[in-house]
């Protein structure tokens, strides 16, 4: 049974910074490309950031690039997000994503297994 278990988040000031993790686990983790996306109140699902689950290829939204890092663990089978810079238009809860040896259109939110998500409150 695969399981991607969110922790990290948290309310913060405009500014400030928080690291989200996704521990997995019932699959070969080094084996999927992992992806970020959040949905705020009202508004659909979207994009924030993926790596490949090789060559360590990465993705960002336009709206993140600069202030987000993507990285993965596959020795803990977790991926992580490094959120800098934090501003209240990135309030939303975070999911992260998992598809299996997917090393293109990261952004197409077609993936295997979703995580329940962890709430990200950025306070202005």
């Known amino acids: 049974q695969v399981q991607l278990v969110e922790s990290g988040g948290g309310l913060v000031q405009t500014g400030g910074s928080l690291r989200l993790s996704c521990a997995a686990s019932?699959?070969?983790?080094?084996?999927?490309?992992m992806g970020w996306f959040r949905q705020a109140p009202g508004k659909e699902r979207e994009f924030v950031a993926a790596i490949s689950w090789s060559v360590g290829m990465t993705d960002y939204a336009d709206s993140v690039k600069g202030r987000f890092t993507i990285s993965r663990d596959n020795a803990k089978n977790t991926v992580y997000l490094q959120m800098n810079s934090l501003k209240p238009e990135d309030t939303a809860v975070y999911y992260c994503a998992a598809d299996s040896f997917r090393l293109s259109s990261f952004r197409r939110p077609d993936y295997d297994y979703w995580g329940q998500g962890t709430q990200v409150t950025v306070s202005s």
């Open positions: 019932g699959l070969t983790f080094s084996n999927y490309a």
